[in-house]
């Protein structure tokens, strides 16, 4: 085969707590990361040349090397030379749908495609939780959108621990087009203003002294129980998001008024704000409810429900 295409779903965090400080500078998280119906098509093809091309629809989008698809065929071409010597250069293209800088996992999804796709062009048959490992290197997401489905991420992010899928739940996001939040100023703003208040834990961690607890979602993942998943999402980075842009305090606040909303959250850093729903029927009304009461044309509003899966192979040439 000389092309694969692959769809690579965006994620939601339907928890994320910020446990404390690493010695490594990054924070100790726990998640709970679930894929979406929303995806990126990633075409991944092997060209004569031996170099790596990058097309993008998307103006906002880099094609060089400072896009993480391009970072993830970098990584192979690095990792596998002989293969890249023998099967020669990839050309990818994305086609993105997936709004950008989004708290989507945008780019960590196309990174995990590119490498699940550039696996299979060459024939190197890597394992599932190898490729986990290579996308660990790429960006903490990375992992998790190879597999997809439902999982609590700890550490970075990075160590995944599925739980069982989840199914029958319908979703509204809803992302101001020119508003981006930077994930590096969330996590900042955060320790800045909260960090103080950790303590040591017996591994020496700093720790935040009064943690939340991701038991109570968990279970109600495991009974399947969309209404109690509900009630319990959570995200510690809407305490630094919501008091710094009013527009996604404002998504929250409306998404909350609405009946039928099950609940309603900011994914990752934002500003993407999602609303959860028993039905495709409910989802489509109260996004229509949404853009009624926010009359804006730079406010996008997607349809999609939660999905069981990460990367999948559409077709190959
Ligand atoms: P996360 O939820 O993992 O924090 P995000 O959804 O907030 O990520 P991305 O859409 O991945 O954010 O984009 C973050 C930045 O990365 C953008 O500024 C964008 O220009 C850049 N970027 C690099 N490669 C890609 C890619 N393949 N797709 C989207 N953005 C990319």
Not at 105 to 121: E, H, M, P, Q, Y
Not at 157 to 181: C, H, M, T
Request: with cysteine.
């Amino acid at each position: 085969m000389r092309s694969y295409s692959l769809i690579a779903p965006a994620k939601i965090n339907l928890y994320l707590e910020i446990i404390g400080d690493r010695p490594d500078g990054y924070h100790e998280l726990a998640m709970i990361l679930q894929s979406i119906g929303l995806a990126d098509q990633i075409d991944v093809h092997s060209i004569s040349t031996d170099s790596i091309r990058v097309h993008c629809n998307h103006p906002q989008v880099p094609t060089d090397k400072s896009n993480l698809a391009y970072r993830a065929a970098e990584l192979m071409v690095r990792q596998f030379p002989e293969a890249f010597a023998k099967y020669g250069g990839v050309e990818i293209t994305v086609n993105k749908q997936i709004p950008v800088a989004a708290g989507l996992a945008g780019g960590s999804t196309n990174a995990a495609a590119v490498l699940v796709g550039i696996d299979l062009l060459w024939k190197l048959g890597l394992t599932q939780s190898e490729l986990e490992d290579l996308g660990g290197t790429l960006g903490s997401d990375v992992p998790f959108c190879v597999a997809g489905g439902t999982a609590i991420a700890t550490g970075r992010g990075e160590q995944l621990s599925p739980l069982p899928s989840l199914d029958n739940i319908y979703i509204v996001l809803a992302k101001y087009r020119s508003l981006e939040v930077s994930t590096a100023w969330a996590y900042k703003t955060y320790r800045e203003q909260f960090g103080h208040s950790y303590i040591r834990d017996s591994d020496n961690l700093a720790v935040r002294a009064n943690a939340v607890h991701s038991g109570a979602i968990v279970k109600a993942v495991v009974n399947k129980d969309a209404g109690e998943i509900a009630q319990k999402l959570h995200n510690d980075l809407e305490r630094v998001v919501l008091p710094a842009y009013p527009q996604v305090l404002q998504l929250r606040e409306v998404f909350a008024n609405q009946e039928g909303v099950l609940g309603t959250m900011m994914s990752g850093s934002g500003p993407t704000v999602f609303a959860l729903f028993e039905s495709q029927q409910q989802a489509e009304q109260i996004k229509l409810q949404v853009r009624e009461a926010i009359i804006d044309e730079d406010l996008e509003l997607f349809v999609t429900r939660i999905i069981t899966h990460g990367i999948k192979v559409v077709s190959s040439v």
